[in-house]
């Protein structure tokens, strides 16, 4: 990134303000490819992965090899698809709010460190902010609900934020431990913390740190409305959920932003738990610390679609009851017991 504002400054001739503006500009439009690659590929595994539990042989035809464009000819024939606003939506509110949604997706981004000093916004508070600008989608996705003044898109947007709301707090309490090692919000800090091989990682430094990895995976599931947690959508009973009446590109940004988040918190998690950029044995870095990076998470992505296609449906009260009574008093345990671990082993500074 310095590399970048300094040949913008001195090459270019631009002042700071310019470069900076140059500078966000470029970082924003790869992250938006990036984005729309990964739903691409992304829907070619899902297919897949799904095909392969169950016995199927999923997309074959539309491509050489293993039916790859499948996914490219769907994107084309999204994008051929009628807009269509329903007469008695709030058309305003119906038209923001997928950008609402794809928005957050993509300012959460934005603090993700793929390799060392390659990061779109290096902050301070880097881990809060993802966690912050992250919730947008919630206030997008009842924007869709409420808009389309439809009853079962309002039913799936309520039982959406709902379940998303609520496991945020999971997911943000499964993180502290580690930030009470790092001792840094920082993203960048938290990954440099693990080098020196796969036993400096989080998720082995100690018990507390593995179960807090283990809800955090969990809580990220359901915070992507994702099976077996995929209440807000569930099409056996709302049809599609909050965005129902979303057609052609409106609808390609909710399926795009969906793809977004799973990616980004499969990142965090291997940013807070599995060594970020960092090889599993040190001497082996033969790889470049962001394709390292990207590799573990696409596992991760394999691990939950793996999760989706196994485990059937809960129904919404179990959904509560998991959140509530038990995830959130186990992240409670594990912060104190990493807190008390740390002392004992002299690790508190």
């Known amino acids: 990134m310095e590399a970048m504002y300094a040949f913008f400054m001195d090459k270019a001739g631009m002042g700071q303000a310019g470069a900076h503006v140059t500078v966000a500009a470029i970082m924003a439009t790869l992250m938006f490819i990036v ?33 790859w464009a499948q996914a490219v000819a769907d994107m084309l024939k999204i994008l051929g698809k009628e807009d269509i606003i329903p007469a008695e939506a709030d058309k305003a509110l ?59 898109a309002l039913y799936g947007a309520a039982r959406g934020a709902a379940q998303m709301v609520s496991y945020e707090i999971p997911l943000a309490l499964a993180a502290i431990p580690v930030v009470m090692y790092t001792g840094s919000l920082n993203t960048q800090d938290i990954v440099i913390a693990q080098q020196g091989g796969i036993w400096n990682w989080f998720i082995f430094r100690n018990p507390f740190l593995f179960v807090s990895f283990f809800l955090y995976f969990v809580a990220s599931i359901a915070e992507t409305n994702r099976g077996p947690f995929d209440m807000p959508e569930t099409e056996s009973e709302l049809v599609a959920g909050y965005h129902t009446e979303y057609t052609g590109m409106r609808f390609a940004f909710f399926f795009l932003s969906e793809y977004a988040n799973l990616f980004l918190v499969s990142m965090i998690a291997v940013l807070l738990f599995l060594g970020g950029w960092w090889a599993p044995i040190p001497g082996l870095d033969f790889l470049p610390a962001a394709l390292t990076f990207v590799i573990k998470g696409v596992l991760m992505v394999f691990l939950n679609m793996w999760v989706r296609w196994t485990l059937p449906r809960v129904r919404v009260d179990q959904l509560m009851h998991l959140c509530w009574k038990v995830m959130i008093p186990a992240a409670l345990i594990c912060t104190v017991g990493a807190g008390l671990w740390m002392m004992a082993s002299g690790a508190a500074g």
């Open 35 to 67: 984005m729309a690659l990964c739903a691409l590929v992304f829907t070619w595994m899902e297919r897949k992965v799904a095909a392969f539990l169950q016995s199927r042989w999923g997309p074959m035809r539309t491509g050489r090899w293993q039916g």
């Open 94 to 152: 119906f038209i923001f709010a997928p950008l609402l949604v794809l928005l957050g997706s993509l300012l959460a981004w934005a603090a993700i460190p793929w390799a060392p000093g390659f990061v779109a916004a290096d902050l301070d508070l880097g881990l809060f902010y993802i966690f912050a600008v992250s919730s947008m989608v919630i206030i997008g996705i009842l924007m869709a609900g409420w808009a389309s003044n439809n009853k079962w």
